[in-house]
């Protein structure tokens, strides 16, 4: 455990295992020394050992070609880095709004917090072998019980580094909600979608079993999550009510959410490039890509090409009923790693259920505040205070901090 206050006073940042630096626009990298700064947020260091992300806050790998995100969902095959689509076509904004992110960034401290890094929340075991999973929690030094925001990384189905999104983690930590981030199974270790939805429900129920240990509000849960973390929690928000993905520990505890927060993830998977250039569009529903084994496992030869009922058991809209969570959805009109479409069509499917869902297309915007090979004028909307601060109003509205 590690106790640090942002801008005032930084004790026992080694435990944290990370080293911070003032928050800044678009995926500013580490500095080789721990430090804070006044009115800074942390950033988390970057990726080692060449693992490719698709979320905010991802690095590139060794041997990734300039502009060429690795490990975006729906990757040319398995291992292969997905060249960032040329083209993407203007964004439908049916049922939208549409923003402009501008203005100051996210500015961190005041409010004392206390992390507790590397928690094991469950073993699960994939084709025999176990798995450790762990999360790391902040937790504001603040009295009573508060609202539980479960951030999910992105990484391509391929990867899921908790130590993603530092900077706006405690930002929202520091509005009074414990944050906690989340490590789950991708296809490096051999699992499918269903096995990382139930890795994110076994985190929600850990949590819920020791709130008061943490001082969590168990009533008062959301999920939040960017690119293939967005995912996830839109799959998480629309399944409360499906049995068959609360499987392991804690299943006296509830998985149910009251709030989704989806940043830029894919839903159907069959159409992940389907406003790219021909070229991407293709590589994204190649035969035995990253996103065919998310779907249909480890040693699969198809292809996403087609909305098989596979596809369609991935796909939250396929949940959506009118009992499900408030939703709110962002996406960048200049994301070329998934395509726009993608929240329209399940912002849509939530809408004609009579679902609270409330779409941003945010002008100028790429794919996260870390993604590889964009400038910042693209990266640094998802860190302005514009964007976070609206996304603390929404949680502030469902959570009732």
Not at 11 to 28: D, F, I, P, Y
Request: hydrophobic share 35%; charged share 20%.
């Amino acid at each position: 455990m590690a106790k640090f206050m942002l801008g005032r006073t930084l004790v026992g940042v080694a435990a944290l295992g990370l080293t911070l630096t003032a928050c800044s626009t678009g995926g500013t990298t580490a500095s080789d020394e721990a430090s804070a700064r006044p009115s800074s947020c942390p950033t988390p260091p970057s990726p080692q050992g060449g693992a490719p992300g698709a979320g905010a806050g991802a690095g590139a790998p060794s041997g990734t070609p300039s502009g060429a995100p690795s490990g975006a969902p729906g990757g040319a095959g398995a291992g292969n880095p997905l060249p960032i689509a040329s083209t993407v076509a203007k964004p439908d904004t049916t049922n939208s709004k549409v923003i402009s992110a501008t203005g100051p960034q996210i500015e961190c401290g005041g409010t004392e917090v206390e992390t507790h890094d590397d928690i094991v929340y469950s073993t699960p075991s994939t084709d025999g072998k176990k798995t450790e999973l762990k999360l790391d929690l902040t937790v504001p030094k603040t009295d009573g019980a508060k609202p539980l925001v479960v951030y999910i990384p992105g990484g391509g189905f391929l990867t899921a580094q908790k130590e993603q999104g530092l900077n706006r983690r405690t930002y929202i930590a520091e509005h009074d909600y414990v944050v906690a981030s989340v490590h789950y199974r991708t296809t490096t270790d051999g699992a499918t979608y269903a096995d990382g939805l139930a890795d994110v429900k076994s985190a929600i129920r850990y949590l819920r079993a020791h709130a008061d240990e943490y001082h969590i509000d168990p009533g008062q849960v959301a999920v939040w999550g960017d690119s293939a973390g967005g995912y996830l929690a839109a799959m998480a928000g629309t399944t409360g009510g499906v049995r068959k993905f609360d499987v392991g520990d804690d299943l006296d505890q509830s998985s149910k959410v009251q709030a989704v927060i989806d940043d830029f993830g894919p839903a159907n998977l069959s159409r992940i490039g389907a406003d790219f250039d021909d070229r991407t569009e293709q590589a994204n529903i190649a035969p035995a890509n990253m996103t065919a084994k998310w779907v249909y496992g480890p040693d699969t030869q198809k292809s996403v090409a087609q909305y098989t009922d596979q596809v369609k058991a991935a796909d939250p809209a396929t949940y959506a009923d009118a009992g499900d969570p408030a939703f709110l959805i962002y996406h960048g009109d200049q994301d070329r790693l998934v395509s726009p479409s993608e929240t329209l069509a399940l912002n849509n499917a939530l809408l004609a259920k009579g679902v609270d869902s409330t779409r941003y297309i945010i002008t100028g915007a790429g794919h996260g505040d870390g993604a590889v090979g964009m400038p910042a004028s693209m990266t640094a909307p998802w860190t302005t205070r514009k964007v976070v601060d609206q996304l603390v109003g929404f949680l502030d509205d469902h959570l009732g901090s």
